[in-house]
Protein backbone atom coordinates (compact mmCIF):
# COMPACT_ATOMS: atom_id res chain seq x y z
CA UNK A 1 0.00 0.00 0.00
CA UNK A 2 0.76 3.23 -0.63
CA UNK A 3 -0.26 6.74 0.60
CA UNK A 4 -1.33 10.10 -0.32
CA UNK A 5 -2.94 13.09 0.77
CA UNK A 6 -5.53 15.09 -1.60
CA UNK A 7 -2.87 17.06 -2.15
CA UNK A 8 -0.78 14.84 -4.17
CA UNK A 9 2.03 14.68 -1.44
CA UNK A 10 3.41 10.89 -0.64
CA UNK A 11 2.72 9.87 3.15
CA UNK A 12 3.74 6.45 3.44
CA UNK A 13 4.30 2.82 2.53
CA UNK A 14 3.75 -0.79 3.70
CA UNK A 15 6.94 -2.83 3.54
CA UNK A 16 5.76 -4.92 0.20
CA UNK A 17 5.40 -1.30 -1.53
CA UNK A 18 9.07 -0.14 -0.88
CA UNK A 19 10.78 -3.23 -2.15
CA UNK A 20 8.43 -2.90 -5.79
CA UNK A 21 9.75 0.33 -5.70
CA UNK A 22 13.22 -0.61 -5.27
CA UNK A 23 14.37 0.20 -1.47
CA UNK A 24 15.29 -1.92 1.52
CA UNK A 25 13.38 0.12 4.38
CA UNK A 26 11.56 3.31 4.63
CA UNK A 27 14.40 5.39 5.03
CA UNK A 28 15.80 4.72 1.98
CA UNK A 29 12.23 5.11 -0.08
CA UNK A 30 11.49 8.22 1.86
CA UNK A 31 15.15 9.88 0.45
CA UNK A 32 14.90 8.50 -2.85
CA UNK A 33 10.93 8.43 -3.67
CA UNK A 34 8.87 11.91 -3.93
CA UNK A 35 6.54 10.41 -6.22
CA UNK A 36 5.73 6.92 -7.26
CA UNK A 37 4.89 8.23 -10.76
CA UNK A 38 8.75 8.84 -10.89
CA UNK A 39 9.32 4.95 -11.30
CA UNK A 40 6.15 4.82 -14.42
CA UNK A 41 7.42 4.15 -17.77
CA UNK A 42 5.83 6.01 -20.45
CA UNK A 43 3.68 3.78 -22.63
CA UNK A 44 0.69 3.65 -24.44
CA UNK A 45 -1.93 2.13 -22.64
CA UNK A 46 -0.41 2.56 -19.15
CA UNK A 47 -0.62 5.07 -16.22
CA UNK A 48 2.66 7.50 -16.67
CA UNK A 49 3.23 10.91 -15.03
CA UNK A 50 1.88 13.51 -16.13
CA UNK A 51 3.44 17.12 -16.33
CA UNK A 52 0.43 19.03 -15.20
CA UNK A 53 -1.90 16.44 -14.62
CA UNK A 54 -2.30 14.63 -12.19
CA UNK A 55 -2.12 10.71 -12.54
CA UNK A 56 -4.72 9.38 -9.52
CA UNK A 57 -7.25 12.24 -11.12
CA UNK A 58 -7.07 9.82 -13.81
CA UNK A 59 -7.62 7.05 -12.18
CA UNK A 60 -10.44 8.67 -10.15
CA UNK A 61 -12.09 10.29 -13.36
CA UNK A 62 -11.28 9.12 -16.51
CA UNK A 63 -13.57 6.70 -18.39
CA UNK A 64 -11.02 5.72 -20.28
CA UNK A 65 -10.28 1.55 -18.97
CA UNK A 66 -6.59 2.35 -18.48
CA UNK A 67 -5.66 1.20 -14.81
CA UNK A 68 -1.97 -0.61 -15.36
CA UNK A 69 1.21 0.56 -14.75
CA UNK A 70 4.64 -0.66 -15.85
CA UNK A 71 7.38 0.27 -13.16
CA UNK A 72 10.73 0.56 -13.49
CA UNK A 73 12.90 -1.37 -11.24
CA UNK A 74 16.97 -1.56 -10.36
CA UNK A 75 18.79 -3.09 -12.91
CA UNK A 76 16.21 -1.90 -15.38
CA UNK A 77 13.15 -5.04 -14.27
CA UNK A 78 10.03 -3.78 -15.70
CA UNK A 79 6.95 -4.64 -13.41
CA UNK A 80 3.74 -4.52 -14.40
CA UNK A 81 0.63 -4.25 -12.52
CA UNK A 82 -3.33 -3.09 -11.93
CA UNK A 83 -3.37 0.12 -10.07
CA UNK A 84 -6.31 0.66 -7.83
CA UNK A 85 -6.94 3.50 -5.33
CA UNK A 86 -9.55 3.72 -2.42
CA UNK A 87 -10.68 7.22 -0.87
CA UNK A 88 -10.39 7.82 2.84
CA UNK A 89 -12.00 10.00 5.36
CA UNK A 90 -9.70 11.25 7.68
CA UNK A 91 -10.99 11.64 11.22
CA UNK A 92 -8.13 14.29 11.49
CA UNK A 93 -6.34 16.47 9.04
CA UNK A 94 -2.67 15.37 7.99
CA UNK A 95 -1.40 18.45 6.63
CA UNK A 96 -4.79 20.01 5.98
CA UNK A 97 -5.79 17.55 3.88
CA UNK A 98 -9.60 15.66 4.67
CA UNK A 99 -8.78 12.77 2.91
CA UNK A 100 -6.57 10.00 2.18
CA UNK A 101 -5.91 7.92 -0.86
CA UNK A 102 -4.76 4.20 -0.66
CA UNK A 103 -3.18 3.28 -3.65
CA UNK A 104 -2.04 -0.46 -3.66
CA UNK A 105 -0.64 -2.59 -6.76
CA UNK A 106 -2.33 -6.09 -7.54
CA UNK A 107 -1.75 -8.63 -10.69
CA UNK A 108 2.10 -7.94 -10.56
CA UNK A 109 4.38 -10.14 -13.32
CA UNK A 110 7.70 -9.26 -14.22
CA UNK A 111 7.94 -8.06 -18.22
CA UNK A 112 10.56 -9.48 -20.42
CA UNK A 113 13.13 -6.76 -21.42
CA UNK A 114 11.93 -6.51 -24.82
CA UNK A 115 11.11 -3.17 -24.90
CA UNK A 116 14.50 -1.43 -25.53
CA UNK A 117 13.38 2.13 -26.64
CA UNK A 118 11.79 2.99 -23.36
CA UNK A 119 15.36 2.30 -22.20
CA UNK A 120 17.98 4.44 -24.77
CA UNK A 121 16.28 7.62 -24.21
CA UNK A 122 17.74 7.49 -20.95
CA UNK A 123 21.06 6.69 -21.56
CA UNK A 124 24.05 9.19 -21.59
CA UNK A 125 25.57 8.96 -25.11
CA UNK A 126 22.12 10.34 -26.63
CA UNK A 127 23.48 13.88 -28.02
CA UNK A 128 21.67 16.69 -26.48
CA UNK A 129 19.50 17.26 -29.09
CA UNK A 130 18.20 14.06 -29.70
CA UNK A 131 17.15 14.42 -25.90
CA UNK A 132 15.39 17.74 -26.23
CA UNK A 133 13.67 16.16 -29.35
CA UNK A 134 12.48 12.92 -27.61
CA UNK A 135 11.66 15.36 -24.24
CA UNK A 136 9.51 17.59 -26.89
CA UNK A 137 7.53 13.99 -28.31
CA UNK A 138 7.07 13.50 -24.62
CA UNK A 139 5.51 16.63 -23.90
CA UNK A 140 3.18 16.84 -27.09
CA UNK A 141 1.96 13.07 -26.65
CA UNK A 142 1.00 13.58 -23.10
CA UNK A 143 -0.75 16.27 -24.20
CA UNK A 144 -2.76 14.53 -26.50
CA UNK A 145 -3.03 11.76 -23.89
CA UNK A 146 -4.91 14.39 -21.49
CA UNK A 147 -7.41 15.70 -24.03
CA UNK A 148 -7.59 12.07 -25.63
CA UNK A 149 -8.17 10.47 -22.51
CA UNK A 150 -10.34 13.17 -20.38
CA UNK A 151 -11.92 15.13 -22.96
CA UNK A 152 -14.84 13.88 -24.43
CA UNK A 153 -17.02 14.79 -27.84
CA UNK A 154 -20.40 13.85 -25.74
CA UNK A 155 -20.92 14.11 -22.03
CA UNK A 156 -23.58 11.66 -21.11
CA UNK A 157 -26.47 13.67 -18.86
CA UNK A 158 -27.78 10.96 -16.29
CA UNK A 159 -31.51 12.51 -16.18
CA UNK A 160 -32.93 9.49 -14.29
CA UNK A 161 -30.34 9.73 -11.46
CA UNK A 162 -31.19 13.09 -10.69
CA UNK A 163 -34.85 12.28 -10.30
CA UNK A 164 -34.58 8.85 -8.52
CA UNK A 165 -32.27 9.50 -6.28
CA UNK A 166 -32.79 14.08 -6.11
CA UNK A 167 -36.07 14.29 -6.72
CA UNK A 168 -34.81 16.66 -10.06
CA UNK A 169 -37.12 16.22 -12.92
CA UNK A 170 -35.09 16.82 -16.30
CA UNK A 171 -36.76 20.55 -16.92
CA UNK A 172 -35.56 21.01 -13.68
CA UNK A 173 -31.86 19.62 -13.80
CA UNK A 174 -31.54 21.55 -17.04
CA UNK A 175 -32.04 24.71 -15.87
CA UNK A 176 -29.47 24.36 -13.05
CA UNK A 177 -27.19 23.06 -15.77
CA UNK A 178 -28.10 26.27 -17.55
CA UNK A 179 -27.53 28.26 -14.33
CA UNK A 180 -24.13 26.56 -13.72
CA UNK A 181 -22.93 27.11 -17.48
CA UNK A 182 -23.85 31.25 -16.70
CA UNK A 183 -21.96 31.15 -13.92
CA UNK A 184 -18.81 29.46 -15.10
CA UNK A 185 -19.05 31.46 -18.05
CA UNK A 186 -18.16 34.28 -15.17
CA UNK A 187 -15.88 32.36 -13.24
CA UNK A 188 -13.71 31.38 -15.81
CA UNK A 189 -13.09 34.63 -16.85
CA UNK A 190 -12.06 35.52 -13.15
CA UNK A 191 -10.29 32.60 -13.32
CA UNK A 192 -8.09 33.88 -16.07
CA UNK A 193 -7.49 37.47 -14.69
CA UNK A 194 -6.50 35.61 -11.46
CA UNK A 195 -3.69 33.72 -13.02
CA UNK A 196 -2.49 36.59 -14.82
CA UNK A 197 -1.96 38.45 -11.38
CA UNK A 198 -0.96 35.27 -9.42
CA UNK A 199 -3.82 35.63 -6.99
CA UNK A 200 -4.28 31.59 -6.15
CA UNK A 201 -5.87 32.12 -2.87
CA UNK A 202 -8.56 33.58 -4.60
CA UNK A 203 -8.63 31.05 -7.68
CA UNK A 204 -8.72 28.20 -5.30
CA UNK A 205 -12.14 29.69 -3.65
CA UNK A 206 -13.60 29.43 -6.96
CA UNK A 207 -12.36 26.19 -7.68
CA UNK A 208 -13.68 24.72 -4.54
CA UNK A 209 -17.27 25.96 -5.47
CA UNK A 210 -17.48 24.72 -8.60
CA UNK A 211 -16.38 21.19 -7.22
CA UNK A 212 -18.91 21.25 -5.31
CA UNK A 213 -21.59 22.13 -7.33
CA UNK A 214 -20.41 19.60 -10.17
CA UNK A 215 -20.57 17.28 -7.60
CA UNK A 216 -23.87 18.39 -6.51
CA UNK A 217 -25.16 18.45 -10.22
CA UNK A 218 -23.61 14.83 -10.95
CA UNK A 219 -20.92 16.46 -13.49
CA UNK A 220 -17.79 14.70 -12.77
CA UNK A 221 -16.44 15.09 -15.90
CA UNK A 222 -15.32 18.63 -14.69
CA UNK A 223 -13.67 17.23 -11.56
CA UNK A 224 -10.48 16.46 -12.69
CA UNK A 225 -9.46 19.24 -14.00
CA UNK A 226 -10.49 21.27 -11.08
CA UNK A 227 -9.13 18.60 -9.14
CA UNK A 228 -5.65 18.77 -10.36
CA UNK A 229 -5.77 22.50 -10.68
CA UNK A 230 -6.36 22.49 -6.63
CA UNK A 231 -3.85 20.41 -6.07
CA UNK A 232 -1.23 22.46 -8.52
CA UNK A 233 -2.05 25.17 -6.54
CA UNK A 234 -1.28 23.73 -3.13
CA UNK A 235 1.97 22.52 -4.46
CA UNK A 236 3.14 26.15 -6.25
CA UNK A 237 3.28 24.36 -9.60
CA UNK A 238 1.99 27.11 -11.43
CA UNK A 239 2.90 26.19 -15.11
CA UNK A 240 -0.06 23.65 -16.07
CA UNK A 241 -3.05 26.02 -14.43
CA UNK A 242 -3.44 27.67 -17.65
CA UNK A 243 -3.38 24.49 -19.78
CA UNK A 244 -6.02 23.08 -17.10
CA UNK A 245 -8.50 26.16 -17.81
CA UNK A 246 -8.22 25.73 -21.61
CA UNK A 247 -9.64 22.04 -21.28
CA UNK A 248 -12.42 23.00 -18.87
CA UNK A 249 -13.24 25.47 -21.37
CA UNK A 250 -13.78 22.94 -23.68
CA UNK A 251 -15.65 20.81 -21.67
CA UNK A 252 -17.66 23.51 -21.15
CA UNK A 253 -18.61 24.21 -24.68
CA UNK A 254 -19.38 20.02 -24.80
CA UNK A 255 -22.11 20.37 -22.01
CA UNK A 256 -23.56 23.61 -23.71
CA UNK A 257 -23.82 21.56 -27.17
CA UNK A 258 -25.32 18.73 -25.23
CA UNK A 259 -28.28 20.28 -23.87
CA UNK A 260 -29.30 22.11 -26.36
Not at 127 to 140: L, R, S
Request: charged share 35%; hydrophobic share 35%.
Amino acid sequence: MIFYDEFGQLLGADTESIKLFGCNNISEFKEKVSDISDFFVNKDGYIHKFDHYSWIDFLNYSEENIDKVLIKQKENNIIEAKVTVKEIYNLIKINDSETTYMIDFIKKKILPLENEPLKKVEENDIKQNDKENVQEDKINNENKTIEQDILKDKIELDYNKMENEYDIDKELYQELLNDFISESKIDLDLMSAYVVNNNYESLLKIISKLKSICTNLNLKVFLPMLSSMERNIRNKNYDGIERLLDIYKKELRILIKNIR
